[in-house]
């Protein structure tokens, strides 16, 4: 199973992608994330995409592409992937089309009030990736599950929201219309659901597109 999960920045993606990846033993292939690595690393993607990243403009659709399309042409996606954060407007769709078959499109509709207060408050695990919220730590500095050093993102700010925001209303949001056309579409409220509830509603989703004939 090939899946897209799509959303407003802080949505959900990444908090669903770890649980829908390791129940249907998907690889979760982030765009964000690659990029974060990159410029942990110093490399030249990272040296590219660090501008941008700041910024919370889109990397360059090239770039981008042939990222994806690398990724997907390794031999561990046989099995199905998840593809967080990618594409993000209709030129990535198209060029996805010509390398990948989607089977669904998880869609994370979200009241965009709440995404300000979601992700200044976010932290993250930099040992095992998991996903927080400062409301849910009681005060921990480390992370619950591995111990590991929890560190905020630097475009996690109320400047770069603003921009995430007016390019995924901008860029990003036609998808919905464009995987709606095609079928594809499947869509959640992330809203009021937490995180488990809404995983469980996707779950039952996923598991009706599996037993599709
Ligand atoms: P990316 O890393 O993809 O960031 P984003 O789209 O802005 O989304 P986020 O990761 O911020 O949010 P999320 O939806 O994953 O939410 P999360 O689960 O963490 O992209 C970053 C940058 O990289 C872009 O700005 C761009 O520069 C570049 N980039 C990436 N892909 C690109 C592409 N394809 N093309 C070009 N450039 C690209 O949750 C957020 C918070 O909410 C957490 O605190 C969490 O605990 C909490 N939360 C989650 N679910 C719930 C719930 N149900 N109830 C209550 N709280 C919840
Ligand atoms: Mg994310």
């Known amino acids: 199973m090939n ?3 799509l959303g407003a920045p802080g949505a959900g993606k990444g908090t669903q992608a770890m649980k829908i ?12 994330d690659i990029f974060r690595e990159n410029i942990r690393n110093g490399t030249p993607i990272g040296n590219l ?12 659709d090239e770039v981008t592409c042939e990222i994806v399309k690398d990724r997907l042409a390794r031999p561990d996606v046989r099995n199905g992937y998840l593809l ?5 407007n209709l030129y990535q769709a198209a060029a996805l089309d010509t390398f990948a078959k989607i089977d ?7 009241d965009q009030s709440l995404l300000l207060e979601r992700i200044c408050g976010r932290r993250t695990c930099k040992q095992c990736g998991e996903i927080y919220h400062v409301s849910m730590l009681n005060g921990a500095e480390n992370c619950p599950r591995c111990g590991g050093e929890l560190f905020q993102r630097k475009d996690d700010n109320p ?10 209303n901008e860029q990003t949001a036609p998808l919905i219309d464009y995987y709606t056309k095609k079928g ?8 009021e ?8 509603e996707i779950r039952s989703a996923l598991d009706g597109l599996g037993k599709r004939p």
Do not use: Q
Request: charged share 20%; no cysteine; hydrophobic share 45%.
């Open 3 to 5: 899946l897209i999960l």
């Open 21 to 32: 990846a390791e129940r249907y033993g998907l690889v979760h292939i982030s765009t964000g």
């Open 49 to 60: 995409a660090k501008s941008y990243l700041d910024k919370g403009e889109l990397v360059p």
């Open 84 to 88: 967080d954060g990618f594409p993000r």
């Open 104 to 110: 669904g499109v998880i869609n994370i509709n979200i």
């Open 159 to 168: 400047e770069t929201v603003a921009s995430r925001l007016n390019v995924y």
């Open 184 to 191: 594809l579409i499947l869509n959640f409220t992330g809203t």
């Open 193 to 200: 659901a937490p995180a488990e509830v809404l995983f469980e």
